[in-house]
């Protein structure tokens, strides 16, 4: 990657890193016999979708405008799930939808007639709530007690509604294969009696198999062994991480370095709350090129500040290798999945360009941004 090509600030996938995910995405597929489509929430840069298209052929979607993106960009209509469906969205999403997955039961007997009337051939389903994930983070995790997401067993009463084809659970967060089998056990537990009756299973995201280490193999025998048990059912995973997991980075440069009471932070031409909010939410803390992530107590050790006016707007101190210099150009790792999803243009901070790198070497462009696409967020 030549860094002199690329503007500041900008998002930069790399293709081949993409299809090394999409590769053993396919596999896995291929080897379990489960399908695995795109979650948009973590990946929805619709640019690089035709490459997307050739190894997996679908994708969920969870509000209308993922909907549409999913017909417009992929072609194909969505697996769709909502907290809550709004009653002026809910007919396009019936069209543009496969299957549609309810958050409760309410919202079921709200639209079952609808759905079961319609002539569009749509797969309906609810979301269920084993109560248990491994999930450390409270604001990521989706069993706490009293979650508004999916409903838990005792609310079935022990009966399958009318006209449900389907269970979605989803209790993981760049979690292993060995969370999901475990994750398998109180789902079986739990609503075993209902699966006779049932088309289909969406074990939801959160497995992070292209990360170094996941236990693959593992992940095809649990799938495996799942079907065996239920060989009538189509399983389905929903990952959004795994798709673009340490394909692409942010590239910024330093505008100026302050020093205050023995701290130095170096002010990029980022937003961390705008452009990164993971690292202030998760937190995550990015892997950044010719720094370690832990300050050493030395004269190179500088915090990263955003360039936002929010005081929190930073990252604790790195330690770099060398001395930093106004004009450098910093590249943070890993910033492309569950990242360009969440930005925002707060304070008008310039939004990132995005950028694609091919495997030959040849930058493309494919959007910068400038203040019209601030102005028109909030007219």
Known sequence: MDLKKIPSPCFVLEESRLRRNLELIQRVQQESGAQIILAFKGFAMWSAFPIVREYVSGATASSLHEVMLCHEEMGVKA?????????????????????????????????????????????????????????GTALYNPASPGSRLGEPAENFKGVLPEGIEGLHFHTL???????????????????????PKLKWVNFGGGHLMTRKGYDVEHLIQTLKAFKARHPHLHVILEPGSAFAWDTGVLVATVLDIVKNKGFKTAILDVSF??????????????????????????????????????????????????????????????????????????????????????PDGQLDMIRKFGYKDYKRRLS
């Open 79 to 135: 697996h769709t799930y909502a907290v809550a469906y709004a009653p002026r969205e809910f007919p396009k999403i019936l069209k543009l939808s496969s299957h549609i997955t309810f958050n409760s039961l309410t919202q079921w007997k709200r639209y079952s007639k609808k759905l079961l009337s319609s002539p569009e051939k749509v797969s309906p389903g609810i979301r269920v709530n084993p109560g248990w994930s491994p999930v």
């Open 173 to 195: 967060c760049e979690s292993t294969s060995y969370d999901l089998e475990k994750t398998l056990g109180f789902f079986e537990n739990q609503f075993g009696s209902f699966l």
């Open 273 to 358: 709350t705008a452009h990164m909010p993971d690292t202030l939410e998760m937190p995550y803390r990015p892997a950044i090129h010719g720094a370690s992530d832990e300050a050493s107590g030395g004269k190179n050790d500088y915090r990263l500040g955003g360039v936002s006016c929010l005081s929190g707007d930073f990252l604790e101190a790195y330690a770099f290798d060398k001395p930093l210099k106004v004009g450098q150009k910093i590249v943070l790792e890993d910033m492309i999945h569950y990242t360009m999803v969440k930005t925002t243009t707060f304070n008008g901070v310039t939004h990132p360009s995005i950028a694609i790198l091919r």
